[in-house]
């Protein structure tokens, strides 16, 4: 079953964009989550995750301080706010859930994916 991911673009480099996305079914409340991407050329690697409740949170080093992982159980969607972005973030951003409480950098922790969504950073 995939999440539904949203928000990707074309940004200049220094600017910012936030990705959504939703569980495929349910309360967000009830999974751990994740982002991961995928730059051309290479592998998928992990961005960002949530632990289910919204208590722990990890970013890969090349990204903290700069992105953002949150959850908005009103609206029953996670968001990664991306600021200061670099070419280098350039990618393919997935959407990732996880019945789980903690998934963490692990792919095979999560059981759902998203369909990707594009974010291209120019210089």
């Known amino acids: 079953v995939q999440l539904q991911a949203s928000g990707g673009g074309l940004v200049q480099a220094g600017g910012s964009l936030r990705l959504s996305c939703q569980p495929p079914?349910?309360?967000?409340?009830?999974?751990?989550m994740a982002w991961f991407r995928q730059a051309p050329g290479k592998e998928r690697e992990f961005v960002s995750a949530?632990?289910?409740?919204?208590?722990?949170?990890d970013y890969e080093d090349s990204v903290k301080g700069r992105f953002t992982f949150s959850t908005d159980n009103a609206k029953n969607t996670v968001y990664l706010q991306m600021n200061s972005l670099k070419p280098e973030d350039t990618a393919v951003y997935f959407c990732?859930?996880?019945?789980?409480?903690?998934?963490?950098?692990?792919?095979?922790?999560?059981?759902?994916w998203g369909q990707g969504t594009l974010v291209t950073v120019s210089s």
């Open positions: 079914v349910g309360r967000v409340s009830s999974y751990g």
């Open positions: 990732a859930a996880t019945l789980g409480y903690w998934g963490g950098s692990l792919e095979r922790a999560y059981s759902s």
């Open positions: 949530i632990s289910r409740g919204g208590e722990s949170i």
